[in-house]
């Protein structure tokens, strides 16, 4: 099932449920769903990397607000924008645990050759492509730093 449909679905449960939160969040992705099918050269339909990486901003978009939110003592919205991610992120795949992660990108570091910090453009780039949707581009940015420090 597409995610659009999937989404309809999960609507219309929370609208008999009653559920707010999840109502919201889920508004919120269909809203993202359709402004990409009908962006300008959009082909009107969603491969499954284009519904992850649309998923994945909206997780992200949370995350940042999140945090400001935090820093800024709002816990009334940080409250809202932390529902509105655990919605989303039940549409996610599966993220990969720190030890996968660093086995992945071991293994990355190892089939390009990288040796240095100089080296970590290189590394990711692959790293971003392969771990697309599993892991967190500042959490890859931060594992491949550290390992090529050392």
Known sequence: MSLELNINAEIKAAMLGKKEADLRALRAIKAAILVAKTAEGASGELTAADEAKLLQKLAKQRKDSLEIFRTQNREDLAVK???????IERFLPKQMSEGELRT???????STGASSAADMGKVMGVATKQLAGKADGKAI???VKELLSK
């Open 141 to 143: 940015s931060a594992l």
């Open 81 to 87: 924008e932390e529902e509105e991610l655990v919605v």
């Open 104 to 110: 992945a990108i071991t293994d990355i570091i190892a």
